[in-house]
């Protein structure tokens, strides 16, 4: 890609016109300008492993959803107050993945809109206006997501300006949380607690709202039984149980199409987005009929771009992709490969305390010491390593101290291996230094 302006201008042209607050990676980012299936492109010639893009889940570059996209825009694009065939056939195709029941879908462009949505109705499905979220989340960045996004590394002061209708649980971390390993299950009883003393304070909940694995914090799995006892809860007060699915659903778990499956958990309201467009703002709200019907009453619902012929060949095609690539299959098989390597060198050097997370949705801890010492320089360092290393890997988490590792779908055997290679080769070399 030519352009007449050196990388350094790029850069500063970058943070004036896109806003400093918008960070980017890295403090000599590399200027990508391409990509092919988990492999990015730099403008010197050089390529990335790309560890990072959850998004991007049937990888860069494909084909068949720039075929269909092209093709659709040719022929129409525009509002789904139109009547047209797109919009009809995806949300049945999304429905179908969905649990019995959850037959009804509102289509919007991201996942702070789908989230946002989904408070929307369980608020009008109830009467009542409170949420319950869990610490450590981040859910978007909309009035309503942002309130009850409680992730400290995007947001310091996050747990000290909540709304007064955001009640919060502590998040269930059994690796750095109050309770660890084997007594994890006691963060449900903390939590029937708190929901007790909310009772006797008189707090009616319109709603539960949870990631079923905390994305944010780095692919840290619920504890066993977490999800389905606090649905049990919520629901024994008439609230009603909003799955976040915008991390970890469309089979990039392996074993699970959604992330509530890996909990045993039937949600009311399901919030989707990223993965669903493979990078083309789409988000949807799935839900039963009951429920979106309740939202209904309020008033009418409508998103400009949202269900537009484009999004939904685009979102139809996704799901197609995925089912003929075989990708969630190959996800189960590519996670446990890499799960099992991230351990081995968890065994071998003491700075990578744990791996989190299951399938293509993993993370491992930097520490120096243990939970308790997260170091966050660590992981920095380790990802800057990294890139020298030609691989693509970003911090995450409260203390950015986990690395989160999520490609596309399409990695396989050999990627898989040179990421442990070059993760291996990064560890000995700040082993060596640590020595000098
Ligand atoms: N929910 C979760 C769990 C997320 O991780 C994110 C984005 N990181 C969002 C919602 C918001 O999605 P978007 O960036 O598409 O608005």
């Not at 304070?201 to 949870?210: F, K, Q, R, T, Y």
């Amino acid at each position: 890609v030519a352009s007449s302006r050196s990388p350094q201008a790029l850069l500063d042209a970058r943070d004036h016109a896109f806003a400093r607050v918008q960070e980017h990676y890295y403090a000599a980012p590399p200027r990508i300008e391409r990509g092919w299936r988990h492999h990015l492109l730099d403008t010197d010639g050089r390529g990335y492993l790309d560890m990072v893009n959850n998004v991007a889940i049937l990888g860069h570059g494909e084909s068949r959803i720039a075929d269909a996209v092209a093709r659709q825009l040719r022929l129409l694009n525009t509002n789904s107050r139109f009547h047209y065939e797109a919009v009809v056939a995806f949300s049945e195709e999304l429905a179908a993945r969905a649990p019995d029941g959850l037959d009804t879908v509102l289509l919007v462009n991201s996942g702070s809109e789908a989230v946002d949505l989904a408070i929307r109705i369980a608020r009008a499905a109830t009467g009542r206006t409170d949420i319950l979220a869990l610490t450590e989340a981040y859910h978007g960045w909309t009035v309503g997501a942002d309130a009850i996004s409680t992730s400290l590394g995007d947001n310091p002061g996050a747990l000290e300006s909540r709304p007064g209708w955001v009640h919060l649980l502590d998040a269930p971390n059994a690796y750095r949380g109050r309770h660890r390993g084997a007594d994890a299950g006691r963060y449900l009883e903390d939590a029937l607690v708190r929901l007790a003393e909310l009772d006797g304070a008189g707090v009616e909940l319109a709603g539960l709202v949870a990631e079923p694995i905390f994305g944010n914090g780095g692919g840290i799995l619920l504890p066993d039984g977490y999800l389905a006892g606090l649905a049990d809860a919520v629901h024994a007060r008439g609230g009603i149980v909003v799955a976040d699915e915008v991390q970890v659903s469309y089979g990039r778990l392996g074993a699970h199409f959604w992330g509530f499956e890996q909990q045993g958990v039937e949600p009311d309201v399901i919030a989707v987005a990223k993965a669903m467009g493979n990078g083309h703002p789409l988000g949807a709200v799935i839900t039963t009929r009951a429920i979106a019907e309740a939202f209904a009453v309020e008033g009418s619902f409508f998103s400009s771009a949202g269900g537009s012929p484009v999004s939904c060949v685009v979102g139809s095609t996704v799901l197609r992709v995925l089912d003929e690539d075989g990708l969630q299959e190959n996800a189960r098989v590519m996670g446990d490969r890499l799960h099992a390597g991230l351990l081995g060198l968890c065994e071998h050097f003491p700075g990578l305390g744990a791996v989190h997370g299951m399938g293509l949705y993993l993370g491992v801890e930097v520490v120096a010491g243990g939970p308790d010492a997260p170091d966050p320089d660590g992981a920095r360092e380790i990802c800057e390593a990294l890139l020298e290393e030609g691989v693509i890997v970003q911090p995450t988490g409260d203390h950015k101290n986990v690395l989160k590792i999520k490609p596309p779908l399409t990695i396989g055997e050999e990627a898989v291996a040179r990421f442990l290679d070059a993760l291996e080769r990064v560890m000995v070399r700040r082993k060596a230094w640590a020595a000098l």
